[in-house]
Structures are given as structure tokens and as C-alpha cells.
């Protein structure tokens, strides 16, 4: 009851939510901002995979990564002196082309002043000891990897061809025994075609056994321009039913907390405090990069999906963003909210902070309602996403996932042409 109300609500607030070719507010007059790097290359793309992401062209690798250099000098005009908070490169597969992913960054640094850490995706295939030092040596302080299942059978049936178990579990033993790299994740999924509580098990068990600091555990997302959906929607692939992605998530958390890891989002655990991979952001972030996304101010706003498309904007001096969406003031707040309850909960000062208002005042029956059917608990100022709490919210993200982002995924790749905006 609780769970088909939450998604409902969810799915009806984000409705009336359209992408459409307006241009955008940019990034003037901040302090500080986050900046997240896109690449959008992949050695065999994978059917599940929801991201923007082509089949690894080299002859495209330099003409990209100047690109992204002139996409960032843009933003460096826009922007002026303002501080970059965070930086996530993710993709596709940063690690495809390490030593690009070292040219951006360095970039970077060049044109801002930098005060974050920088965390990179990458492939468990394209770990070895030349490309940890590479990233080490560029800034990166946060690693993260996509192992999705240690069985064998599980990654044939989602198409996973990049690597296999052993290789998945080879570089974790590399980074963990090299300890470069002050945050470790791997990524795992479930709810996945043929899988079973007891393959999951399995797979939890090797995260936990091995130690490995941070793990993100992803429910399968099918959007609909991947591969999948259509298999699935053709009855050629069955997926585990609601009832029993219930029990997958109830043995992830337990599994999880039972060993010592603490939630830092309702997808995610971590051991030890460290200080959390995660690049799901609440705060203001420029994206840069082909499919990229950016968030400022009222605004959600995408890149073109189309590399070619990308490269030449670049080439003519214009930023190649193709398509947005505005919301209202409280429409942000609702976003901040449910992102602030996603990593499991919040200080209501910050909210205060942020947006001038009290959370209790804005959103009084929503936080209300979350409290009677015991989702969330309240501390003084601090508010909790309880045990209990945990599935709604994953539903909750879930659908916002699969409404919201998938619509702006779906408008940059429907919409290739930029807007040629200028930066001044
Ligand atoms: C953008 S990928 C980048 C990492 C890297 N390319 C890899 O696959 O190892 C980040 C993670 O998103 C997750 N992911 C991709 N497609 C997904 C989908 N359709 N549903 C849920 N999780 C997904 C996978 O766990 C993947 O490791
Ligand atoms: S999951 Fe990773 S490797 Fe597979 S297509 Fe997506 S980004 Fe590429």
C-alpha cells in the first residue's frame, strides 16, 4: 500500500515534467559548483546499460577530449573565478582512455580553482597497475568500478561481455592491495534476468568476504531506448517480479548492515566512515561532456547525445547544449528533498539555508505522511530515513529515474541539433 503510494505520488509529480528546446539559464554569479565530466565511450556497450554511451571509436578519442577541453574553457568564461566542489568523470567508460581522462583534468585545474576530490567509473577490464598510477598521478581520489554480478552466468545473461568473474574479482584485489585511492565501490546490480536470491547472496558474500570498502547496488532500470526493455517487453528475457526484488533489496540491506557496512544512500553502503563514492548530486553541477547534464538554478539542462554533433558545436565556439526543462522554486526543492532522502536523510538547516524557507512549511503533509507510515524519523533538526524507510525511498528514486532522467536522456538523443548558445 505504502509503496504503490509513494510511486504513484512520484510518478504524478514528475508528469507534467517536459524537456523542450529552451535555453537555459547559465552558471553566472556562483561561488561554487559542482562539474561532472562525460565520457561516453564504451568497448562493448552492454543491452541494460541506461546511460548515454557508442561503441569505443578511437579515431574520435583526440577530437573528443579537445572538445571537452573547449567546452570547459566556455564554462570557464561563464563562470569566472568560481570554486568546482565536486568532480565526478564517469560514462560510458572514462578508463577506456586513461590518459585522456588525465588531459581533462589537468584542464581543468587550469581554468578553476579545484577544492574537491575527483572521483572516475571505470571498467573491472581496464584496471591494471599503468592505468591506477595514471589516475593517481591525475588527482583521482575516488574509484569506482562495474563488476554488476560475480557469476558468470548472470553477466551472460544481462550481455555483459567486457570481462568476466575473475576478472571482476582480479582488480579489486589490485586496487585494494595497491590502497592508492582514499575511496573503492563496485558497483552491483540486481533484479536481473535469471537471477536468484541465492546468486545474489552469493555475490554479497564476496563483496563482504573480500572487505571491499563501498559498495552501490543498482535495481535494474529499463529505459526505454536499452536494448533489454525491448526484450523484455517481447517476453524474450523474464525479470524477477515485484515480490521477489522486495526480498533481493531486503537481503542486500541486511546482508550489509549484519557485516558492519553503514547505508550512505538507500543503494549504496559503506565500512569504516570513508568518505562515500557517489555521484548523484543534490547541489548545483555543469556537465560537460556528450549527453552530459547540468543542473542550475531553475533549470535541468542536456548536452546533444550526439558525439559528432558535440565535436562540431565545440568547433564553431558555441556550448552544445540541445535541450532543458525549467522548474519552480519549489519543484528544485522537491528534487533536493527527495535527493537528500535517497542518501537517507538531512539536516532541515541546510534547507533552510539553501532555499530561504522552513522543509516543515513547504512540505508539511508530504514529511508528515512520511513519518506517520514511519519512513522517516525525526531528531531535533536532523531527519532520518529509518530501516523501514529504505524500500520506499529506493522506490521513490526508482521512479524518478525512470520518469525524469529518462525523459532528458531521451530528449538529447531525439534532439542531436545544439542550440549554439554562446558563453557571452
Ligand atoms: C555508467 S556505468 C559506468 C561504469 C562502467 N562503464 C561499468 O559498466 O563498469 C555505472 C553503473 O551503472 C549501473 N547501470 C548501468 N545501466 C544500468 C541500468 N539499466 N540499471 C541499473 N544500473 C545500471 C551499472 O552498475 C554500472 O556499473
Ligand atoms: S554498463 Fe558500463 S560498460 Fe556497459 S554500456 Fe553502460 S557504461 Fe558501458
Redesign the pocket.
Known amino acids: 500500500m505504502l509503496e504503490f503510494m509513494i510511486e504513484r505520488m512520484t510518478r504524478k509529480k514528475l508528469a507534467n515534467i517536459e524537456f523542450s528546446r529552451i535555453e537555459p539559464e547559465l552558471p553566472k554569479d556562483k561561488d561554487e559548483i559542482g562539474l561532472y565530466i562525460h565520457i561516453p565511450f ?5 543491452p ?4 548515454i ?1 557508442y561503441p569505443f571509436n578511437p579515431k574520435l578519442e583526440r577530437p573528443y577530449i579537445e572538445a571537452v577541453k573547449k567546452e570547459i574553457d566556455l564554462y570557464r568564461k561563464v563562470l569566472g573565478n568560481v570554486k568546482i566542489n565536486s568532480i565526478y568523470v564517469g ?3 572514462p578508463t577506456i582512455m586513461p590518459e585522456g581522462v588525465a588531459d581533462i583534468l589537468k584542464h581543468v585545474r587550469s581554468a578553476f580553482d579545484v577544492s574537491s576530490d575527483i572521483g572516475v ?1 571505470s ?1 573491472p577490464d581496464d584496471l591494471n597497475e599503468k592505468t591506477l598510477a595514471l589516475l593517481l598521478d591525475a588527482g583521482v581520489s575516488k574509484l569506482s568500478t ?1 563488476v ?1 554480478s560475480f557469476s558468470d552466468k548472470i553477466l551472460k545473461s544481462i550481455g ?1 561481455r ?1 570481462h568476466d568473474a575473475k576478472q571482476a574479482l582480479d582488480a579489486i584485489e589490485l586496487v585494494m592491495n595497491n590502497g592508492g585511492f582514499d575511496t573503492f565501490s563496485i558497483d552491483l546490480m540486481f533484479s536481473l534476468p535469471t537471477q536468484s536470491l541465492a546468486d545474489l547472496k552469493g555475490d554479497l558474500d564476496i563483496v563482504i568476504e573480500k572487505g571491499v570498502p563501498q559498495v552501490a547496488t543498482y535495481p535494474l532500470l529499463l529505459f526505454p531506448y536499452c536494448e533489454m526493455y525491448h526484450d523484455v517487453k517481447e517476453n524474450k528475457i523474464e525479470l524477477p517480479n515485484k515480490k521477489v526484488e522486495k526480498k533481493m533489496y531486503d537481503v542486500i540491506v541486511n546482508s550489509f548492515i549484519d557485516a558492519g557496512y553503514e547505508p550512505c544512500s538507500v543503494w549504496s553502503f559503506t565500512k569504516n566512515g570513508i568518505d562515500k563514492y557517489g555521484s548523484v548530486e543534490r547541489d548545483e553541477y555543469i556537465g560537460v561532456g556528450a549527453g552530459a547534464m547540468s543542473s542550475v538554478g531553475e533549470y535541468f539542462y542536456a548536452n546533444t547525445a550526439s558525439v559528432e554533433e558535440y565535436i562540431q558545436a565545440l568547433g564553431n565556439g558555441s556550448l552544445p547544449i540541445t535541450t532543458g526543462a525549467r522548474s519552480s522554486l519549489e519543484g528544485i526543492a522537491a528534487r533536493w528533498l527527495s535527493m537528500s532522502l535517497y542518501e537517507t536523510g538531512f539536516d532541515k538547516r541546510e534547507f533552510k539555508n539553501r532555499f530561504g524557507m522552513d522543509v516543515d512549511e513547504k512540505f508539511k503533509s508530504f514529511l508528515r505522511w512520511l513519518k506517520l507510515f514511519g519512513v522517516i524519523k525525526v531528531e531535533g533538526d536532523h531527519v532520518q530515513v529509518t530501516r523501514k524507510g529504505m524500500y520506499p525511498i529506493h522506490l521513490m528514486t526508482k521512479t524518478f529515474l525512470l520518469t525524469f532522467i529518462a525523459k532528458a536522456c531521451v530528449a538529447c538523443m531525439e534532439n542531436p541539433k545544439p542550440l549554439n548558445l554562446r558563453s557571452s
Open positions: 564504451c568497448k562493448t556497450p552492454c541494460f546499460c541506461a546511460y554511451r560514462g560510458g567508460t567509473e571498467n562495474g554488476q555483459r567486457s
